[in-house]
């Protein structure tokens, strides 16, 4: 599926999607004073496919580096570009702390 399968014309905007080499395909950032090292459990937990994430954030598959941004209470995907025949394992990866 190439990019403009997924977004319609109407709903692209001008910006321009990041690519990073293969070798390299990795949840990247700019800004590191908007992100916070925090040695939580929460990050080693593993969550199968379809089950509902409690934190907000980028979650990893842990067994082909798949990431995808998740919603707190919205199930995880079911499915995805798996690349190997692992089982789908999906571990939060940068938590998105919301504002009180
Ligand atoms: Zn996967």
Redesign the pocket.
Known sequence: MVESDRFPASHRTPLTRISTSREKSMASYKYGKYLLRYESDQFDKEFEPGSIPYNSGIYR?K????EIAATEGVPLPAQ?????N?P??WQLLVYAAPRD
């Open positions: 598959c067994n082909c580096g798949e995805h570009r798996h690349s190997n692992l789908i394992v």
